[in-house]
């Protein structure tokens, strides 16, 4: 999971952007090292038709649609060979990314709607990350599937291909947020929980390992073994199970904890 690829990060992006030198040299161990990058939708296509994808396979996504992906993400990955899932915000095209000013980072400029076109053309897929990137748990039912169908009707009639992929914002989600998602037609979303995916992942929580700019290659190769440092993919494990144990003891839906403090649970 990226965001911003630049080679001047704030301080405020660490955790979330990666310089661009340093995503040259992790798209170019994928190359070296023999992975098969496949679009989210191909690979949700392999495990629907009850094939097995490629053995090394990847899928790179960006949230959001930064400019600089097209900038500079997009050559990158067109010298080593590599294509990704872009899940695009339709009401933030050609703007600057206001949506996350309450989190105290610098807002960057958007994709406009010919540079979202260009990366659909060089093989790269569209999938939604909602119309305003707002906090779909809290929203009434109609503004939540007018989120999740507006995004997707507008991104489609912009590249002229099917959208059939989603990123909850922020990776938050619940029960009502999950069903709304299956309910709209999208055939399989993302979430931030990390750990490898296989046929036996949720369609609609499926995993991703989240890239920074403190990821070194050799954490790079951790998060394709692993999904994450094994301590962290033992530690969202653990929190997982509790948050099962937990909810079955008390008669509640694990699905409305997942991305909520476990103090919530006890409430």
């Known amino acids: 999971m990226y965001h911003a690829v630049d080679e001047h990060i704030d301080p405020s992006e660490a955790a979330w952007s990666v310089r661009a030198s340093d995503f040259d040299a992790q798209m170019q161990l994928l190359r070296d090292d023999g992975w098969s990058s496949l679009t ?3 690979l949700c296509g392999f495990w629907e038709r009850g094939e097995a994808p490629p053995s090394r396979s990847v899928v790179v996504t960006f949230d959001d649609g930064h400019a600089c992906l097209h900038d500079l993400a997009l050559p990158i990955m067109a010298r080593h060979g590599i ?3 872009l899940f695009a915000i339709s009401g933030f095209l050609g703007r600057a990314s206001s949506y996350d000013d309450g989190f105290g980072t610098v807002p960057r400029p958007m994709m406009d709607a010919g540079q979202l076109q ?4 060089a093989g790269h897929e569209i999938g939604s990350h909602t119309h305003t990137h707002p906090d779909l748990r809290a929203l009434p039912r109609a503004q939540l599937l007018d989120e999740l169908t507006r995004s997707r009707a507008e991104l489609e009639a ?8 989603f990123a909850y914002p922020h990776g938050w989600f619940d029960r009502a947020v999950h069903d709304a998602v299956i309910q709209t037609g999208y055939r399989c979303a ?11 992942t949720p369609r609609h929580l499926l995993r991703r390992s989240n890239l920074g700019v403190h990821t070194t ?3 790079f190769r951790q998060a394709l073994r ?5 301590l962290g993919v033992a530690r969202a494990q653990m929190r997982e199970k509790t948050i099962r144990a937990v909810a079955s003891l008390r008669g509640r839906d694990p699905l409305n904890h997942y991305t909520r403090p476990l103090q919530s649970l006890l409430a």
């Open 217 to 219: 290659l050799e954490r």
């Open 158 to 165: 912009l590249v002229g291909a099917p959208v059939e992929t």
């Open 83 to 85: 294509r990704s899932t």
């Open 40 to 42: 989210l939708r191909e």
């Open 190 to 200: 993302v979430s931030v929980m990390c750990g490898l995916n296989d046929a036996s």
């Open 226 to 230: 692993h999904g994450a440092s094994p």
């Open 118 to 121: 260009a990366m659909h053309a």
